[in-house]
C-alpha cells in the first residue's frame, strides 16, 4: 500500500527566496511522500537568482522554479493542501485566503537572505545558511510519524519546528 502524497505550500511574501528555497528542498528530500509548492501573497514575478545558485551548490533541481501568487492556490478545482508554512514575518502577519483542505498550518520563519548587504561572498552565504535551517526544520517534518499523530499533536509539533 503506497503512503498518502501529502502537498505542502511554503509561502513568503515575494516568492523569490526563502520558500523557493523551501518548495525544492522539500520535492528532493520528501521523495513520493511530499509534494511542494511555494507562493507569494505579492510575488515579485522572478526567482532571486541567489537561491537557484545556492540550491545547484546543493545538488538540487532548479527545473520549474516559479515566483507565482497564493492566489493559484486558494481556487476550489486546486488540490486540496495538507500543510501551509510561512516562511517570512511579514506573510505570516497577512490575512491569507482560506485554502481548500483546510490544511495544517504553521510559521516556520527564517531571516531573508535577499535582505543582505555586502559582498557576493556574504550574500551566498546567508542563502546558504537560510537553506540549511530550511533543510533542517524539512528533515525534522519528514521525521514525524505522521500516520500515528492526532492532529492536536502533529500540530503542536509542526510549530515547534518552526522554532528550531
Known amino acids: 500500500m503506497q503512503a498518502k502524497l501529502h502537498k505542502v505550500l511554503f ?10 528555497l523551501a518548495e525544492a528542498l522539500m520535492n528532493h528530500l520528501g521523495g513520493d511522500r511530499f509534494q511542494a ?7 515579485t514575478g522572478v526567482v532571486n537568482p ?3 545558485q545556492t540550491l545547484q551548490a546543493l545538488h538540487i533541481p532548479i527545473d520549474g522554479l516559479r515566483s507565482k501568487s497564493w492566489d493559484e492556490f486558494a481556487q ?10 510561512t516562511v ?14 483546510q490544511p495544517m498550518t504553521a510559521h516556520w520563519g527564517v531571516e531573508d537572505p535577499a535582505a543582505v548587504d555586502g559582498s557576493e561572498a556574504a550574500k551566498l552565504r546567508a542563502f546558504m545558511a537560510t537553506a540549511v535551517i530550511l533543510k533542517r526544520r524539512i528533515d525534522l517534518m519528514l521525521a514525524l510519524p505522521l500516520e ?9 509539533q509542526l510549530q515547534d519546528i518552526g522554532k528550531v
Open 50 to 52: 541567489l537561491a537557484l
Open 11 to 20: 509561502i513568503c511574501t515575494g516568492n523569490s527566496a526563502r520558500s523557493v
Open 88 to 101: 517570512c514575518d511579514k506573510a505570516a502577519g497577512e490575512l491569507c485566503p482560506l485554502w481548500p483542505g
Open 76 to 85: 476550489a478545482d486546486v488540490a486540496h493542501l495538507d500543510f501551509v508554512f
Open 37 to 43: 509548492f511555494s507562493a507569494g501573497s505579492h510575488p
Open 148 to 156: 500515528r499523530l492526532d492532529a492536536l499533536s502533529l500540530q503542536h
